[in-house]
Each structure stands twice: as C-alpha cells, then as structure tokens.
C-alpha cells in the first residue's frame, strides 16, 4: 500500500486526533501540538509544551474532544497534569500515586481526567472544578492503558495483574472485572454493539461481550507487539499497528484477519487513527512520519475492470488491496458470480451444457470458479437418472441421489417432491387423528418407507400422535405458553405447519403491535405485547416494550403533576426516557444545579450546597451524585483546618465524622496522612473506626460542618 500522503517531523508521532473535517491534531514526543490542514498537511498553528516523553508505549497524552483541554504525564512520570490547550496554565495536577504514572485519559464527555499508575490506582479529576472526584477500583499491578466507550458511559482500565476492570460513569459502580487472559493485558479499544477489544503480553487477542461479560472469540494470526489499535469504517474494520511496523486488519463482523501485513512501515507504529468522512488510515511512526492510507486505494480502476468483465484482474487487485472487498464494485461482483451460478444451474436441469460452459466463460481466468465451475457440470452428470427416479416415483433412489447431489434438492423437481411429501404427511396427520381412518395414513406414507430422514418422522408421528392432538388443539384454543412448552418437550413438533403458523401468527402480531405504537396507539399496542408474553421469542422484548410505555405514561404524568421525585426515579431507570425533550431537560436541570452544588463544595459551603440541590433530597437515585459533592466539601474543609492549625481534637472528630459518613477512601486517606505529620502525637486509628459508604448516604447526614 502507498500512502496517498505524508508529512514527517523531527520527534516521534504519539498521539492523531481529528478535531473538525479539516483539522488535524498530531502530537510528537517533545509534546509539541500541531494542528494540521487535513488536506494539504500544512500546518495551521503550532505550541510547544516541551514536556519530553521518554516512553510512549502507553496513553502519556490525551485530548478532549473539543481540544480544549489535554492531559499528559510529565516528563519525570511522577505527576499527570490536566492543561488549558490554548493558555498551557495546568487546571488541575495528579501527585497522589506511589510510583510513577503509567497512561491518562479524558472521557469523551469532556467531564473527567484519569490518572492511571504503576500502583494499580486510579484518579478521575472533575473538568470542571479542578478537583478530584472520585477514585476507580484498585487494580493489584500496574496500569497499562485505559479506554472510553464512545457514549462516555463506560471506562475500561488494562492491568499487569492480567485482568480488566469495568466501571459504569453514568451510575458511579463497578461492572466487574473481565478475566480471560493469561498474561498481562496491555491494550484495550472500545468497539460497536457493546463490544470490547483487548491484547494481552502475549499477542493473546480477545473481543468481549459486555452485556455478559462474557468471550466472544479470540483472534488470530497476532505475532507481534500491538502498539496502537483503531477502528475504521463505520466499526466494521480493525485495524492493528505493531512493534515492527505492520498494520493488521481484522473484519469485526466474522473475526477474520483480512491482512498481516497491509502496510509495512521502516518504524515502529506510534499513533493509529481512522478518518471515517475520507476513509483514510492515519499512521505516526517512532520516526516522525505521519502517513495517510485511502483503504480503498486503486478503487477507479477495480470499477473500470468490472465494466471490461476482467474479473481475474478485478482479484489480482484484491490480492494487492484486500480491503477493495467491501467496495460496491465487489458486492457488484459477488452478485454477478451468484446469478451466474444459479443461471448456470437452470440450465443444467436443461442438459444444456454448451451454454453453461458459455455462461462461465468469463470466470475461466480464475482458477476457484474455474473448479467451480467443473465440479458443478459433473454434480449434474447423473440428473438424468434423478429425473428418471423421480418421474417413476421411486422416492427412495431419488432421495438417495440427491442426498450424494446436494444441489439436486435445489431444482423445481426436487421441491415439487418435497411438497408432495408435505401434502401427504399432512394428510396422514388428519387420518391419524381419526381413528376410523387410520389405515389411510399407512397407505399414503407407504412410498417414503426406507426414506431414513422420512422415516424418522413417520415414526415420530405415529408414537406422538397424542402429543400431536394435544399440541394442535392448544393451538386452536390459543393456549400458547402450553403450545411452546410441548414443542420444546418434543422437537418433533416444530416440523408441524401448525408450529410453523404460530411463529408466523406472533411475527404478525409484532409487526401490528409496532404499527400500533407508531401510531401513537400505545394502549391497544399493550394489549397484543401482553399476549407475545407467551411467546419465547418475544417475551423478554414485549416486558421490556410494556414496561417502559407503563413508565413513559408513568413519567410524563409526574413531569405535568410536578413530582420531581417520581420524575426522575423513574428517568433514571429508562434509557429511553431520557431521549425525550422532558427527560432532557430535567437532565439538564440537575446537571445545572449539580455544577453550582460543585462550586460551592470548593468553597465549602454547605448551605449553598443544600440550596442547589434541596429539590433532589428526596430522590433516592440522586443520593450517590450528592454525597459524592458533599464527601468533597467536607474533605476541602478538613483540608482547610489542618492548614488553619485548627485544635487536634476538632480535627479528629471531623475526621471520625467523614469515615462514620461516607468511609475509608482514597481522600480522607490523604488527609489523614497529612494530619499525622502536622500532629504527630495524635491516637486516632482510623482503621477501628465505625465506618459507612457512599452506598449507605442519606441526606439526613448533611451536616454543617464535619469538625461539630
């Protein structure tokens, strides 16, 4: 592959972002930030941090989506530090590891820096005030990247200690841990369809299901370090860049390698981005280049070979360019082969073999259809004789041949067979429920005896004729939990058209349930989701249905009523609901007063907070957000007395108080800490300490002030 474009710089490339349609964000490894027409890489504006990063194997920068800010390990890996982009003042500083700093991240809601370590432990600084936040699980080893969901709504962190912690931003817990992996686990990227990818020390590749938890595959094909990880083409394409300076491509729908080695750079690769509006793979190497690949690079020519039918050719430039597979012209293509085959199948029913071989002779330079080509002639070398075994009704030669044929069940004669056979083991299902007529069903079933695959059946409707009668009469009466409940004791039944008309019957009801709430007819779509209860199929998607139109009429009659506290419990439970212009903006709301809340936490005012927040108290899905802001200003104000020489025992109190309230974490740690060195002589334990949580807070714990 030949890059379309290419700049260089004098340092490593380390981190690509794609600011705007027109703007390009590189970074090189003296932190120098270069913001780059995305056309002709000349560069628009330029800022030195001259913060050198002596490794860069992990996250040491990252961007918020809007620029405005980045964060970045400093050069000695002590500290992280959250700077301004355009003054470069440092908003807020990380100095609480144990150890040096390993990655950071920015969530792409802008909201929170992260500042990982070799420690295991992990910071989350608020944007917005300075401040830091909260602390994430605690890894065992060190921390070697983190990663976002592109909703914002989960963050997964990559330890040493071979496991992966996820935790919900949205809610404030935990999701689990994701153990798989038998080495340490060095990388991670986010993919569509609540999908995880992670790489472990071992080249032990692993894509995840989030909603279970739970491996989907493993990849294969990976000998090499992976360096960077990107995602291209809509979340179709995988795209991995390693130590040595090769780029593989996985398909993210089979797992499939595309490529080992669809670019191969003199470098390490140090950045990997995909522009989705240009489809073009942005690489940074260790070297400085910056290269820009089109994925679907020879693309005209491809489309011209297919007008010229020179398919051979169309597969050499596949082979050259792998990623051509997924043009139009190629799906184009497949179409034109698939047609011909059938057309070609046609034909041989016709014995007319001259026009088959006429028919395939644009794909004789390819030598797979080629074969293809042949073995289909020869699979009809014995139709005749099929033909003749059908037309003199001796059913069991017939089958026979076309179980050793296989594309025989595919022809018109072959499927007039089987509805011949459906009509008279329909017929003899009527004459079995009849025991005067039972004779009858022998003698129509009689020229399929010594068929095996029919003869199973046979047999399983005469020794379940009662089972049969009773599932059929379940149906009439519509008792369809029964119905589904016999056909899962007894397989046999889901060959019945009985089986096969109540599938039909609840994909009908479905379809007009849909209608009906796109219709605004929420009340009679209800009526018919109660009844796909009873169908497995649909069961946990028609609760699922019924229970948030229950909680949208639930919801908008608390939103007219007022009732703040229904309003947004019940918004809290609901994705959907959320969407809605009153779910949005009640959301807005409380962020609003959630941020003033904030601001006077940093000034420890506890009444300001309580103003902002007092229409909330009572809303129990809100308790985690506020004992979070009050924890703060409690700590900013323990903070404050220590540096004030407050008197020890009012201190201690305070101190007993915050644990008493929220418990042992990471912040009144810190200033337990810093108690100790400024009043060495104190007792206080606070190991033995009676200790709460942030699960168990209560408005009812407000307090003015943490020292009373």
């Known amino acids: 592959m030949n890059p379309t474009k290419r700049s260089n710089f004098d340092e490593a490339v380390i981190y690509t972002q794609i600011l705007n349609p027109k703007t390009l964000l590189v970074v090189d490894a003296f932190t120098t930030i270069r913001y780059l027409n995305i056309e002709n890489l000349s560069v628009k504006e330029e800022q030195k941090m001259a913060i050198l990063h002596p490794r860069y194997s992990t996250k040491v920068i990252s961007f918020s989506e809007d620029g405005k800010y980045f964060a970045s390990i400093s050069q000695d890996a002590k500290e992280s530090r959250l700077y301004d982009t355009q003054s470069k003042k440092i908003v807020a500083t990380v ?3 144990q150890g040096d700093v390993s990655c950071v991240g920015i969530d792409p809601k802008n909201r929170y820096m992260f500042s990982c370590g070799d420690d295991g432990m992990i910071f989350g600084v608020d944007i917005e005030t300075a401040q830091l936040a909260f602390t994430l699980p605690r890894h065992v080893d060190s921390i070697n990247d983190i990663a976002f969901s592109s909703d914002g709504k989960f963050v997964a962190t990559a330890s040493y200690d071979k496991n992966i912690s996820l935790y919900n931003l949205s809610m404030m817990v935990p999701k689990g841990k994701l153990k798989a992996h038998s080495a340490p686990v060095l990388k991670l990227q986010f993919l569509n369809n609540n999908r995880l990818f992670s790489i472990d020390k071992n080249s032990g590749a692993i894509v995840w299901d989030l909603n279970s938890s739970k491996v989907i595959c493993r990849l294969k094909g990976i000998h090499d370090d992976i360096t960077e990880i990107a995602v291209g083409y809509d979340g179709a394409l995988l795209f991995l860049g390693t130590k040595l300076g090769y780029i593989l491509v996985y398909d993210l729908s089979s797992y499939e390698m595309i490529s080992r080695r669809y670019v191969k750079l003199e470098s390490s690769i140090t950045a990997l981005n995909f522009d989705e509006e240009r489809d073009e793979l942005i690489v940074g190497a260790d070297n400085g280049d910056l290269y820009f690949y089109y994925i679907f690079n020879n693309e005209k020519h491809f489309v011209e070979l297919l007008k010229e039918k020179k398919y051979a050719e169309m597969l050499q430039c596949i082979e050259e360019n792998p990623l051509l597979k997924y043009t139009k012209a190629s799906k184009i293509f497949d179409t034109i082969w698939e047609k011909t ?3 070609a199948k046609k034909l041989l029913e016709n014995s007319d073999k001259t026009a088959v071989l006429n028919l395939f002779e644009s794909f004789n330079d390819i030598p797979a259809k080629r074969q293809f080509a042949q073995k289909l002639i020869q699979e009809y070398g014995e139709y005749d004789k099929f033909l003749f075994f059908v037309k003199n009704r001796k059913n069991a030669l017939a089958y026979a041949l076309a179980n050793v044929h296989p594309v025989y069940k595919e022809t018109k004669i072959y499927k007039a067979m089987e509805t011949e056979w459906r009509n008279a083991f329909s017929l003899a299902k009527k004459y079995l429920l009849d025991e005067k007529l039972g004779y009858k069903a022998q003698e129509i079933l009689m020229p399929y005896r010594g068929i ?18 009773r599932f059929r009469t ?6 369809f939990k029964l119905s589904f409940e016999l056909a899962k004791q007894n397989p046999f039944l889901k060959e019945y058209p009985e089986h096969k008309a109540l599938i039909k019957y609840s994909d009908s009801l479905y379809m007009k349930a849909q209608t009906l709430l796109g219709n605004g007819d929420t009340h009679s779509a209800v009526k018919i989701f109660r009844v796909l209860l009873d169908f497995d199929d649909f069961k946990d998607e028609a609760k699922e249905i019924i229970s948030d139109i229950e909680n949208r009429h639930k919801f908008f009659n608390a939103v007219e009523a007022e009732d703040m506290i229904l309003s947004y419990n019940l918004l809290e439970s609901s994705l959907s609901l959320k969407e809605t212009s009153e779910g949005q903006k009640l959301q807005k709301q409380w962020e609003r007063d959630l941020a003033k809340a904030k601001e006077y936490a940093s000034s420890c005012d506890v009444d300001g907070i309580k103003a902002s927040l007092e229409s909330y108290m009572k809303i129990k899905s809100k308790n985690m ?7 703060q200003c409690y700590i900013n104000e323990l903070s404050c007395a220590i540096k004030d020489n407050k008197e020890q025992k009012s201190l201690e109190n305070g101190i007993k108080n915050y644990l008493l309230y929220y418990g042992l974490d990471e912040k009144i740690g810190e200033i337990f800490t810093i108690f100790q060195a400024q009043y060495p002589e104190t007792k206080l334990n606070i190991e033995s300490q009676t200790q709460g949580s942030m699960n168990g807070w209560r408005p009812s714990m407000i307090v003015n002030s943490i020292l009373e």
Do not use: F, G
């Open 341 to 343: 085959v059938q057309r």
């Open 625 to 631: 957000d506020m004992a979070s802001v009050l924890s």
């Open 452 to 469: 095996s695959e029919k003869t199973v059946l046979i047999q399983e409707l005469v020794l379940n004729v009662h089972v049969y009668k």
């Open 95 to 97: 100095e609480r590891h």
């Open 474 to 479: 379940a149906v009439a009466q519509k008792e």
